[in-house]
C-alpha cells in the first residue's frame, strides 16, 4: 500500500491509502474527500486539479493544465496515477460545494439496502445461488483408465454431487482438454443446476481461485441501472447508471416503438442499448474492479416491456396497437445466449430476464414487487414506481392489482427545459427562502447547478405553491412580482434557480410555466391511476397501510412535497418509504438467489392487470388532478398546513 | 411438363418428361439414361453431348464444343436447360458402357435397404420422431384476451398437448408476431418434445403444407456419405458420396491429428469438413430436391472419434498419444448448435452426433452395431467395419466387444498407386480369364476405368493368387511371364488392368507389388484383430453365426474372395452379409427415430473396448495373417478349392 497525506487550504491533514497504478481522483473520491470533476476524469475540465508536495506520480496528458501551474507541481488527478508515497495539497477550488449530495455516499446506502433485502428474502424463502462453484481432483488418464475427459468429469461429479448428467456448450468442450492438463487433472467449475440430476458448465478454469461475479441491470426508458455483484458473497461491488442511449430516438416509449417500425430502426434501438448503454456500463463496472468480462457468469435484466422487447430486438410494434399484444411476457421460455446479444460478459453466462405483466406492466415491476416485500405480509401496499411510465401496483400476499399510466419522462427530468436525470450536477432538492423567495439549493456530487431531477422539481413546484408564487394550475402570480421570476417575450413565466455566472455556471436554469404544466399533467396521471386502482377494488387511499415509491428521479424525494403538490394522497407521512430503484434491487435479488427469480416469475404469473383506459371514470379523475394539488380539496385536508 | 423425344444409336425411341428450366443431363439420367459425364456436369469433360434435331433449349458455355458440331445443333447436356419440348440423339459415344455398375439403382437399393432396416427396428422397439409438426389455429387477441403472443400460443398448446413449457430460442421469437398475423393467428409448428412437461420449437410458418426434412451424414476418414430425409414419412429422397475434403491434410486419422496440432491446422480441417465436404453435399441434396435449407430440421452426423472431434473443431491430440484419451465420446452432453457450426441447416435445427466408445472406435461403430442388428437376437454375430480404419464388434444382445486395428486406407483405395474411392470410374469387380490372364473389369457408372476401388483390390490379389500370378506373399511369379505383367527399372512388378488407349483411357491403370504389400498389411490388421478379439472371449472363429460386412469399400465386395485372400475367416459363405454404409444406415435410423438414436447411445455405454497394442499375442498374429491366406493353412481349408 502507498500512502497518500493530504494537506486542505482549512489546514487539515489526512493520510489515506492507494496501491501502485490506481487513479488518483479515484482514490480521494474512494476516500471521501470530493473533488470536482465534472467531465467525470476524462481530463478534459481542468477542475480536479491538486498540488504535489513530496513524491511523484505517473502522469497521462495534462492538457488543460498551462506550463507554469504544472511548473509549481500541479496536475489534473484525474490524469495522475500513483508510484509511491505522496504528499498533496487540495485547493478549495478543487472541492466540491458544501451543499453537495455525495452520490457515492448515497450509492453505498442504497447498497447496503439491497443487500438488507438480500437478507430479509433469505431468511423467509430461503436462497439458492444460481452459479455454483466446485474444484475437483480427477484421477489422472491411465491406459487402464482411460475414459474421455469428459466422462472422467462426468464420473468424479457423480460421486461428489450425485448428478448423472454434465452438460457443457461445444466452446467450453474445446477448452477441457487443456484446463485439465494445465495441472494435473485438477480443475474449478462453476455450474447452473438443470435439474436432480443435470447440471450445465458454465465455466471451466484451472485456478481455484478465480472468482465468478454477476451484473443486475435495470433498463429504464430514460437511465440505465447495474451494479457488480461478487457471486460468493452476493455483495454489490460498484453500482452504477448513465442515460440509455435509444434516447436519441424518441423520450418515451411510444416514440421508440415508432421508431423501431421504420427501417432498421429496430436494429439501431437494439444496438443502441446494447452497445452504446449496457457493455459500456459493463465495461465501467468491471474496469473499476478490475475484473475480465469473462468472470462474469450471470447477468440478470428488469425493464419494462418495451424495453424488453428492444433489448431483444423484438419487434414492438403490436404493444402499441389495440388490443396491446406483447411478443412475449414469459421470458423464462425464451433461451438467450449472451453472444447472440453480443453481451460483454462470458459467452456461457445465464441471463435472467424478469417476466412482464403486459404490455405497459413489465419485469421492472415483477421486480419491483420483490423489492418491495409486497408479498411477503398482509399488509396492503402500494407501490408506486415513478419511471417513464408510471406503474401501480396494489396488494398483499394474497392479491396483487397492477395498473400503468403514461406518466411521460418529467420524473426523471424529460419534458422539462432544464430537466436532468439525478447525475452530477442535478439540482435535487429546493427550498424557496419565504421574504427573498431566493432558492436554497441541493446539487448532486457538486456546487454547480446544471440542471433540475425529478426530485428538485417536486420541491421547487410545492415550495413556489406554498410561498403563493404559483397559483393551483401552475401559473405564476403576476400581481406579485419577484426578482427570480421573468418572463419571456410570449409572457411565459419561470423561475430561475441560478442565474447566467451564479454558482460559476455559464447558463440560467430555470423551471418555465410550461415545464410546470408538463409536470402537473404527469403528476396527475399517477394520482388519478392509484385512485382509480383502489376504486376499481371499493378502496380508498385511506385503507392504504403502506406506500412505497420507486424510481430514478432521485433517491432523496421529498414526501412532504410530493403531497402537497399532488402526486400522492394525503395520508399519514410515516406509512410512506423511498424504496429507491425497486427494479435494480429486484433485478440484483433475483440474480443472487434462484428462489427470488423463481418468486419474480410467479409475481408476474398471479399480477391482475386492470386496463385504465377501457376503465370508466378515469379521464374525469385525470383531468381532476391536473391542479395543485387536485380540484377537490377535502381529498388533501392538510394542504398549505405542513 | 415438356416432352423430351429421345433417339439412340441402334433406333430406340423414347420419350420422356420434364420441367421447364431442368437440366437435361439431370432429366435424362433419372429417366435411366445414362450419360456419360465424368466431370459431374460441370461442363469441363465435354462428353455429354447429344445433338438436337428438333426444338431449342437454353444453353450456358458450350466450351468444350467446337463451332463445327454446335453448328450441327450438338450441346453438351449438362449445360442445357429445357424451355419447350425436344426431340435429341443421343450417340453411343455419349452413353455410359455396357459393363458399367449403375449406382443409381444401387443406391435406390441401399436406400430401400435402410427404409427396411427402419421398418424393422421400429417393429422391435417402436418409432417416436424427433420432430413433431402442429398445425393450430389461435383465437386472435382482443382487448379482453389480451395475453402475449407467446402465452396465446402456450396456452392452445397446453389444450391440444398437455405441455405447459414452450420454449423457443431468439431468433424464433423474432419471428412469432409475424408468422401469427400472416394467416390470422393460424400457424404450423416443428418442435421437439425436452420431457413430459416442455417442448422446443424448432420451426414456424403460416404456411401449413410445409414439409420438414432431415440430413443424415457419416463422416469417414476418406468418404463422406449423406442421405436427405423427408421426415413425414421418414423416406430417403437422395444419397450422396464425396471425399472428405479433409484429405488433403493427411490420408489416415493420425497424420490428420498431428495437422491438426500445428498452426491453424484444426481449423484447417474443421473449415474443410464443414465448408468443402459437408455443406456442399447438403447443398447438392437440397438443390435437386428443390428444397430450401431452413427446411432442414435435424441433421445426424456417425464418425469415428477422431473425425467427430475435427468435426466438434475439438483438439484431438490426446487421441493419439497414450493414454489415449478422446475430450469426448459421450456426445449427448454437448450442446452443438447449427450456426456455431456454421451448418448449412436450419438455425434451430437439432444436429444429432453419434456417441464414441474410445479413442479408436467412434460413433460409425456405435451406429453400425443398430445398423447391424447386432442386439436384437442372441445370435453371436461380429460387424467388421471396412474403413480407413478397421474396426470390429462381437456379441449378441447380451454383450458387445469391440476393438480398432489401424487398417490404413487401403480398403478405401489409399495407399494404392491407381486406388480411389467406390464412385464413377472406379473398377470395383475383377476376374482374370484363366487362359489368356486378361482382366474383366466391372466399373462404376462408365466403361472407362480411372482407378481401382477397395472390392476391385480384394477381386484383384483373390485373381492374381487363383491364376498363381502371385505367390502367398504377394510377389509376381517372375517364372510364369504374362502379357498384363509387366515390371519396372526396379524390377518392381505390376498387373495391367487396362493399358494407357484401351477402354478410351489415357493412362495405365495397373496394381503393383508395392500395392499389394500394403493391402496384405492391412487385410492382415483385420483377420488378426477379428481373431485375437474371438480368442480374448475364450471364441473361435467357427463359433460366429453371422459376420456383417460394411463400410465404403465398393458396395458389391466378393466375400468369396475376400476369404480367399484371408482377410476374413474361412467359415461358410451363408454366414456373411454385406451391410453396406452401417455408419450412415445407423445414422439414418438414428435420424428417423429418436428411440434409435437412443439405442445407439445405450450401445456405445454398453460396448467393451479391448485394447489391441496391449494384448500380448496379437503382433505374432498380425504377422502370421500378413500372408495370402495366412501362414496356417488349416485356418483356411476352403482356400483354391473355390
Same mark, same amino acid.
Given at each position: 500500500m502507498l500512502n497518500i497525506t493530504v494537506i486542505l487550504e482549512n489546514g487539515d491533514t489526512k493520510t489515506i491509502q492507494g496501491t501502485f497504478g490506481d487513479n488518483l481522483l479515484d482514490v480521494l473520491r474512494d476516500n471521501?474527500?470530493?473533488?470536482?470533476?465534472p467531465c467525470n476524469?476524462?481530463?478534459?475540465?481542468?477542475?480536479c486539479i491538486v498540488q504535489v508536495k513530496e513524491g511523484s506520480l505517473r502522469k497521462e496528458?495534462?492538457?488543460?493544465?498551462s506550463k507554469e501551474r504544472q511548473d509549481k507541481g500541479f496536475v489534473l488527478s484525474c490524469m495522475s496515477y500513483l508510484m509511491e508515497d505522496i504528499t498533496i495539497a487540495i485547493p478549495d477550488s478543487s472541492l466540491v460545494g458544501a451543499a453537495k449530495i455525495k452520490t457515492a455516499e448515497r450509492n453505498k446506502k442504497n447498497r447496503e439496502k439491497y443487500e438488507k433485502l438480500r437478507s430479509r428474502f433469505a431468511a423467509l424463502h430461503g436462497e439458492v445461488a444460481h452459479i455454483h462453484k466446485l474444484t475437483i481432483q480427477l484421477p489422472e488418464a491411465t491406459l487402464d483408465d482411460n475414459v474421455s475427459d469428459h466422462d472422467r468429469l462426468k464420473r468424479e461429479i457423480r460421486v461428489q454431487l450425485g448428478y448423472t448428467k454434465v452438460k457443457m456448450s461445444l466452446n467450453l468442450l474445446k477448452k477441457l482438454p487443456f484446463a485439465l492438463r494445465k495441472n494435473h487433472f485438477k480443475i474449478t467449475l462453476f455450474y447452473t443446476v438443470t435439474n436432480e440430476r443435470s447440471i450445465r458448465i458454465r465455466h471451466i478454469t484451472w485456478d481455484e481461485n478465480e472468482k465468478a461475479y454477476g451484473v443486475a441491470f435495470d433498463i429504464g426508458t430514460t437511465s440505465v441501472a447495474a451494479c457488480l455483484v461478487e457471486l460468493e458473497t452476493g455483495r454489490i461491488l460498484r453500482e452504477i447508471s448513465s442515460a440509455n442511449a435509444q434516447l436519441k430516438y424518441g423520450a418515451d416509449v411510444i416514440n421508440r416503438i415508432i421508431y423501431a417500425t421504420k427501417g432498421d430502426g429496430l436494429k439501431k434501438l437494439r444496438d443502441a442499448i446494447i452497445y452504446e448503454s449496457i457493455n459500456p456500463l459493463i465495461n465501467e463496472l468491471i474496469g473499476k474492479a478490475k475484473?475480465?468480462?469473462?468472470?462474469?457468469?450471470i447477468m440478470s435484466v428488469s425493464a419494462n416491456t418495451t424495453m424488453t422487447h428492444l433489448f431483444l430486438g423484438i419487434y414492438p410494434d403490436y404493444l402499441r396497437r389495440?388490443?396491446?399484444?406483447?411478443?412475449?411476457?414469459?421470458?423464462?421460455q425464451v433461451t438467450v445466449f449472451p453472444w447472440e446479444m453480443e453481451l460483454?460478459?462470458?459467452?456461457n453466462a445465464v441471463v435472467i430476464i424478469s417476466p412482464s405483466v403486459a404490455s405497459y406492466v413489465g419485469g421492472d415491476i415483477s421486480a419491483g414487487v420483490i423489492a418491495a416485500e409486497?408479498?411477503?405480509?398482509d399488509t396492503l401496499t402500494a407501490l408506486i414506481d415513478l419511471g417513464t411510465n408510471g406503474e401501480i401496483v396494489f396488494g398483499n400476499n394474497e392479491f396483487l392489482m397492477t395498473c400503468a399510466c403514461s406518466a411521460g419522462p418529467a420524473f426523471e427530468? =424529460?419534458?422539462? +427545459?432544464c430537466g436532468m436525470r439525478a447525475?452530477?450536477?442535478?439540482?435535487?432538492g429546493v427550498e424557496i427562502e419565504d421574504e427573498t423567495f431566493q432558492p436554497i439549493l441541493r446539487v448532486i456530487d457538486?456546487?454547480?447547478?446544471y440542471g433540475i431531477c425529478g426530485s428538485g422539481i417536486i420541491d421547487l413546484i410545492s415550495e413556489l405553491k406554498r410561498t403563493n408564487l404559483i397559483n393551483a394550475k401552475g401559473?405564476?402570480?403576476?400581481?406579485e412580482p419577484c426578482e427570480r421570476v421573468l418572463y419571456d417575450e410570449y409572457d411565459i413565466g419561470r423561475y430561475v434557480l441560478?442565474?447566467?455566472?451564479?454558482?460559476?455556471?455559464?447558463e440560467e436554469v430555470a423551471v418555465t410555466e410550461i415545464d410546470i404544466d408538463n409536470f402537473i399533467r404527469a403528476k396527475g396521471a399517477i394520482y388519478s391511476a392509484l385512485h382509480t386502482l383502489l376504486e376499481s377494488l371499493g378502496?380508498?387511499?385511506?385503507?392504504?397501510?403502506k406506500i412505497k415509491i420507486s424510481g =430514478?428521479?432521485? +433517491?432523496?424525494?421529498?414526501i412532504e412535497n410530493a403531497i402537497n403538490i399532488g402526486i400522492?394522497?394525503?395520508?399519514?407521512?410515516?406509512?410512506?418509504?423511498?424504496?429507491?430503484n425497486s427494479s435494480l434491487s429486484g433485478s440484483y435479488l433475483s440474480l443472487v438467489n434462484k428462489k427470488a427469480a423463481e418468486y419474480i416469475d410467479n409475481s408476474a404469473y398471479n399480477m391482475t392487470y386492470v386496463?385504465?383506459?377501457?376503465?370508466?371514470?378515469y379521464m374525469d379523475e385525470f383531468i381532476s388532478a391536473c391542479f395543485i394539488p387536485h380540484t377537490d380539496l377535502n381529498r388533501f385536508p392538510n394542504h398549505g398546513k405542513r
Open positions: 471521501g474527500i470530493g473533488v470536482y470533476a476524469g476524462n481530463g478534459t475540465c481542468g477542475k496528458t495534462m492538457g488543460e493544465l475484473i475480465e468480462s469473462e468472470r462474469i457468469l389495440e388490443p396491446y399484444i406483447p411478443v412475449i411476457t414469459d421470458t423464462r460483454m460478459v462470458n459467452q409486497m408479498r411477503d405480509s427530468g =424529460g419534458e422539462i +427545459s447525475s452530477l450536477g442535478a439540482i435535487e457538486t456546487h454547480r447547478p401559473k405564476f402570480n403576476r400581481d441560478a442565474k447566467e455566472g451564479e454558482f460559476d455556471n455559464d378502496f380508498a387511499p385511506d385503507d392504504l397501510e =430514478g428521479i432521485g +433517491s432523496h424525494i421529498g400522492f394522497p394525503d395520508i399519514p407521512l410515516e406509512k410512506y418509504e423511498f424504496i429507491g386496463e385504465l383506459s377501457v376503465y370508466s371514470g
